[in-house]
């Protein structure tokens, strides 16, 4: 059974920096995709970063391009989400997901629906 931890979520002012954690148990990251989604309050969920098993394919929501970046210690079954430079528009819920049901996928998956294994969330709030 997949489960995920995040951890790393807090307040901070405008501009600063906050990178989240995700532990992971009960499969590989090197074996499927993975990505960080995040839900506003009133909002839907959107992929903020997503990245194939192998790495070679990798996505960024425009809004967090050159702010945010992924990365994951396989070894250790832990993904991150380093955000540097935040804006009040960043605070929302980060969850951490993975596709499961598609091993050795070239491109993650597009569609929310897709992702079937989600973390619980934690909360960013970004303070102008």
């Known amino acids: 059974q997949a489960q995920f931890v995040e951890s790393g979520g807090g307040l901070v002012q405008s501009g600063g920096s906050l990178k989240l954690s995700c532990a992971t148990s009960?499969?590989?990251?090197?074996?499927?995709?993975i990505g960080w989604f995040r839900q506003a309050p009133g909002k839907g969920r959107e992929g903020v970063s997503t990245?194939?098993?192998?790495?070679?394919?990798?996505y960024y929501l425009d809004s967090v391009k050159g702010r945010f970046t992924m990365s994951k210690d396989a070894a250790n079954h832990t993904m991150y989400l380093e955000m540097n430079d935040l804006k009040p528009e960043d605070t929302a819920i980060y969850y951490c997901?993975?596709?499961?049901?598609?091993?050795?996928?070239?491109?993650?998956?597009?569609?929310?629906?897709?992702?079937?294994?989600w973390g619980q969330g934690t909360q960013v709030t970004v303070s102008s």
């Open positions: 997901a993975a596709d499961l049901g598609n091993r050795h996928r070239i491109y993650p998956p597009g569609l929310i629906t897709e992702w079937d294994y």
């Open positions: 009960g499969f590989s990251l090197d074996y499927y995709s």
């Open positions: 990245i194939s098993y192998n790495d070679r394919k990798t």
